[in-house]
């Protein structure tokens, strides 16, 4: 346990860090031992100081996150493939986009991710703001020409008033940057507080001893080297020599890039199958195999794997609870689309 001490966690996002609770604190005996820089999820989302949350910019941004209009056949929303209702997954290995292409990495979930260093699994979007400005124009997602479409089709709508209450009651506030701080500020609410391993931390609640037993298997096989902190990731991009993908290589061209992939958080993850950025593990219990060799070359029995997974499914969270909303549109009219 002792490399765990000396972990790095990324810089700009505040983790609450729980140390070994020590022969002094024996006395708060309705609180577990949790290993050293494990904990509960924070209960502090970060903000973009350059787009902060208020309630009109969430409520337009829920809006953006279910418009289809942000595709060009109509047919394409954000939730389509971070769907809400599945933990902001799709459970597909690649999802469905544009004329029904798929493209090549699957889906990761919205929920948490304002909590990420960068957003893809290659982190070439800096900011969730960045990220959201990606889908509507990309080919095999959404598919919209270009910005001007996009915001052509959300005017034909009706947005209009809606942006400029959302923006400083600014009447020029529709815009490509403005669509996407709404669906940004709208994504750092969807975060999924009180699993039940956050609930065991604060001696609220048991875990089973199998989970407990996972729980120390995670540690001691060397997991948590990456998968830590309470967010179960150190938010960095570490080496996965796995698959033909080259991960942040695809990006930057360089080779000390090769198969860098931005350490997946756990939380939820027993939500979000397939797994991989190739979606190629189709259970949790094949990921947590193949993690085990990949990563540390250590072949872990079954007994081992059932006891990870058995604690890896107390990382799910409360779904964060959405209404439905009633997205503008014209009077006798529909929108104009395209195949
Ligand atoms: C057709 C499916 C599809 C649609 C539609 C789509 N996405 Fe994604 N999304 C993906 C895939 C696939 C990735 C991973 C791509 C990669 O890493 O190269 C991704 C990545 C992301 C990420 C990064 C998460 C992380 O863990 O790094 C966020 C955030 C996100 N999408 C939000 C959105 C938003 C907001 C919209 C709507 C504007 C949207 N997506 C529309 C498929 C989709
Ligand atoms: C050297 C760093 C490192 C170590 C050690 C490590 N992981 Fe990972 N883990 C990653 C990275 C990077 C990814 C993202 C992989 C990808 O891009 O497909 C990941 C992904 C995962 C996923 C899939 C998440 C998803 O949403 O698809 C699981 C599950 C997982 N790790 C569990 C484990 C377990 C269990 C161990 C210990 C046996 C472990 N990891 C050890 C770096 C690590």
Request: hydrophobic share 35%; aromatic share 8%; net charge negative.
């Amino acid at each position: 346990m002792k490399n765990l001490l000396n972990r790095q966690i990324s810089s700009g996002i505040a983790i609450a860090v729980f140390s070994v609770f020590s022969a002094s604190s024996m006395a708060m005996s309705s609180k577990p031992e949790i290993p050293a820089g494990l904990g509960a999820l924070p209960t502090e989302i970060p903000d973009n100081p350059a787009n902060p949350k208020t309630a009109a910019k969430i409520e337009l941004g829920k809006k953006l996150y279910f418009e289809p209009a942000l595709s060009a056949s109509g047919q394409f929303s954000c939730n389509s493939c971070h769907n809400l209702a599945t933990y902001g997954v799709d459970n597909q290995k690649f999802s469905v986009g544009h004329k029904w292409q798929r493209g090549g990495r699957n889906s990761p979930t919205t929920f948490n991710s304002a909590y990420w260093s960068k957003q893809f699994w290659d982190g070439r979007a800096e900011t969730l703001e960045d990220q959201a400005k990606g889908p509507p124009l990309n080919p095999v997602e959404m598919a919209s020409a270009d910005e001007k479409e996009v915001i052509n089709r959300l005017k034909e709508a009706g947005y209009t008033a809606e942006f400029k209450v959302a923006f400083n009651n600014d009447a020029n506030a529709l815009s490509y940057d403005n669509m996407a701080n709404a669906i940004a500020a709208f994504e750092r609410t969807l975060v999924t507080p009180n699993a039940p391993f956050d609930q065991y931390v604060r001696g609220e609640s048991e875990i089973s001893e199998a989970a407990k037993r996972g729980m120390n298997t995670l540690v001691e096989a060397g997991c948590t080297a990456c998968h830590s902190g309470p967010l179960f990731t150190n938010n960095q991009f570490m080496k996965f020599s796995y698959g033909s993908d080259m991960g942040v290589k695809e990006v930057t061209g360089k080779e000390s890039d090769d198969h860098l992939f931005r350490v997946q958080s756990l939380r939820n993850v027993a939500m979000t199958a397939p797994y991989f950025h190739d979606g190629s593990a189709a259970t949790l219990h094949d990921a947590v195999r193949i993690m085990a060799k990949v990563q540390l070359a250590k072949e872990l029995s079954d007994n081992e794997v059932n006891d990870v997974v058995a604690f890896l499914e107390t990382l799910t969270g409360e779904s964060p609870q959405i209404t439905y909303p009633v997205l503008p549109r014209p009077n006798g009219k529909a929108l104009t689309w395209r195949d």
